[in-house]
């Protein structure tokens, strides 16, 4: 099981260090950390489809949510511009699997940046 871990904890075996994503900063998530760790991915699918074929764009499970809790100043883009790369990166990168949302939606800019 993936777990979210402070930078100095070390797998089990002594080998790869333990994912450490940054600190969301709302005060509790839609579900326990265990729940979304596992399953995550189904609910913003599951999003996703509402939105897309159902315009409901504010879901319990929105993209929206997720990166007004998870998303951290990215200082790599110009505008200084939101990034939620350092929250879903580290935990994507320890189970070597591919992080795409990006591939569709851009970063969040800052106050006063782009509209929506």
Request: glycine share 8%; charged share 25%; hydrophobic share 35%.
């Amino acid at each position: 099981a993936i777990s979210a871990a402070a930078s100095t904890a070390v797998h089990a075996d002594g080998g790869v260090p333990l994912p450490s994503p940054a600190k969301a900063t709302g005060e509790t998530c839609v579900e326990p950390a265990d729940v979304m760790r596992r399953n995550h991915m189904d609910f913003l699918k599951q999003q996703r489809d509402e939105t897309m074929r159902l315009g409901i764009r504010d879901g319990k499970y929105g993209l929206n949510g997720c990166v007004e809790c998870h998303a951290a100043d990215d200082p790599k883009t110009p505008e200084a511009a939101k990034s939620i790369e350092p929250f879903c990166g580290e935990c994507h990168a320890y189970a070597a699997v591919t992080l795409d949302c990006w591939s569709c939606h851009t970063t969040k800019p800052a106050k006063g940046g782009a509209k929506k």
